[in-house]
């Protein structure tokens, strides 16, 4: 119940176009949900996260999406470039914790 | 803002050998400080949760006498991995986060243990 489920694995996009990763969780206790980018031999870093009152959230190019009822969430990556080849987990969180339980990881490559 | 910095970035022991490894929050005062052990293509593991102060709480599987975790201030958290084995060699990295649930991640810690 406290895993997160991201999907898919890897993931190739074409320059331009529009970047899809999912996650779904079990754990309604759950209410943060942030998404981290991952460089090869690099610390994560936080690109975005939202709560669960909040059906969509965006900055810049980023964005996620969010659907409570289904318990999941996904980041949207528009206009996908080449520098955002990279790792990206979602993680989650209990409310009233500071644990973060993280997903699988998906790895995205952008094609010039 | 919110920096967490690492040293060293990397490190080569001997087996039997112990290494600290350190996490600096450089611009914020960290009420707890996390560390994870990634391997390659892989999530990232929590290891440990400390605060500043007291003793960390360790996760399931993880050795306590294996993995020192010392929290001596708001900005510093150590790793001591004592008697280290090829095992052990992995991507350290630590996190920290000032107030809330969101934290700030190291640049992380490459081990190598001959």
């Known amino acids: 119940q406290q895993q997160v489920k991201q999907s898919p694995q890897s993931l190739i996009v074409q320059k331009g176009g529009i970047s899809i990763i999912n996650c779904a969780y079990e754990?309604?206790?759950?209410?943060?949900f942030p998404w981290y980018q991952q460089f090869p031999g690099k610390g994560p870093a936080l690109l975005i996260a939202?709560?669960?009152?909040?059906s969509e959230k965006k900055e810049g190019r980023f964005t996620i999406s969010f659907n409570k009822s289904a318990k999941q969430f996904s980041l949207h990556i528009m206009d996908s470039q080449p520098g955002d080849s990279a790792t990206y987990f979602c993680a989650a969180s209990p409310r009233g914790a500071q644990k973060l339980v993280f997903g699988q990881g998906t790895r995205l490559t952008i094609n010039p | 803002g919110a920096v967490v910095s690492q040293h060293p970035s990397w490190v080569i022991c001997k087996s039997g050998t112990s290494v600290k490894i350190e996490c600096r929050s450089l611009d914020f005062q960290a009420t707890t400080m996390f560390w994870y052990r990634q391997f390659p293509k892989q999530s990232l593991m929590l290891m440990a949760t400390?605060?500043?102060?007291?003793?960390?709480?360790?996760e399931q599987g993880v050795e306590k006498d294996k993995f020192l975790i010392n929290h001596a201030s708001l900005t510093l958290s150590t790793l001591t991995v004592t008697s280290a084995h090829p095992e052990d060699s992995s991507f350290y990295i630590c996190?920290?986060?000032?107030?809330?649930?969101?934290?700030?991640f190291g640049p992380g810690t490459r081990l190598l243990v001959l």
């Open positions: 754990n309604t206790a759950f209410d943060y």
């Open positions: 400390s605060n500043e102060g007291s003793k960390a709480t360790y």
């Open positions: 939202i709560r669960p009152d909040v």
């Open positions: 996190s920290a986060n000032e107030w809330g649930e969101t934290q700030y």
